[in-house]
């Protein structure tokens, strides 16, 4: 069975401060693929990023960073220097590779908000 | 372009109206979805139409119909729903519906079931 945990389910910060947003999962796949996604107050899901199974470097994009370790099962998202326009929902998701299909495990979310 | 648009973006219905919600998308992508997603919960998935057949039905009420008249639309018919029914409905385009894929998702239609 495939699983995500998102045990934060709120967190605040004040603006400035670097926060990280944990995600562990469980699955028995060799190959899966990881993902992060974001939704703002106005509801679209916005993708930030997609990871495979081999690929357990380290991500930087500006401010976001990901952190993929296979052995602990964990993909863990830091957003350096937080901003206002950071506050929403962020869902980790899993992919597990099934034939002709994506079906995203998606964890419960974590609520940040950032106060200025 | 990453754009997945929905229309439209509010409804409010009564439980014996028909309507109908609409996705579009013009990226070449051959996979839509649509979730459902209540208040405070994560997106579930109700259907996957891949290479515009009906690939995922996740035991979704028959109140809840898909279309998929072409490769870039996507049609969600809804008839005689209930109030619990009430949520934000997302549609997702993928390029080809294989657990590889990037979904990328609309902005929603809040539906109200009155």
């Known amino acids: 069975a495939q699983k995500v945990t998102q045990a934060q389910t709120e967190i605040s910060v004040v603006e400035k401060e670097d926060v990280t947003l944990d995600c562990v999962y469980e699955?028995?796949?060799?190959?899966?693929?990881l993902f992060w996604y974001k939704q703002p107050p106005s509801g679209e899901l916005v993708f930030l990023i997609r990871?495979?199974?081999?690929?357990?470097q380290n991500e930087i994009s500006g401010r976001y960073s990901w952190n993929f370790q296979k052995s602990t099962s964990s993909f863990n998202f830091t957003i350096t220097a937080s901003q206002v326009v950071d506050s929403a929902v962020y869902f980790c998701?899993?992919?597990?590779?099934?034939?002709?299909?994506?079906?995203?495990?998606f964890g419960q979310g974590t609520r940040l908000t950032i106060n200025p | 372009d990453t754009e997945v648009t929905q229309t439209p973006k509010h409804l409010v219905m009564g439980m014996t109206n028909k309507k109908s919600l609409k996705c579009e998308q013009h990226m070449g992508h051959r996979a839509m979805y649509w979730y459902k997603q209540k208040a405070k919960k994560p997106p579930e998935l109700m259907f996957v139409y891949s290479y515009e057949k009906l690939s995922i039905n996740e035991s979704v009420p028959s109140r809840f119909s898909p279309e998929c008249p072409n490769s870039s639309l996507l049609n969600l018919h809804l008839h005689a729903l209930q109030p619990e029914d009430s949520a934000l409905y997302l549609c997702?385009?993928?390029?080809?519906?294989?657990?590889?894929?990037?979904?990328?998702f609309g902005p929603g239609t809040r539906l109200t079931v009155l």
């Open positions: 990871r495979n199974s081999f690929d357990e």
């Open positions: 699955t028995r796949d060799t190959t899966y693929y």
């Open positions: 998701a899993l992919s597990p590779i099934i034939q002709g299909a994506q079906k995203l495990v």
């Open positions: 997702a385009s993928s390029q080809a519906g294989t657990g590889a894929d990037t979904q990328y």
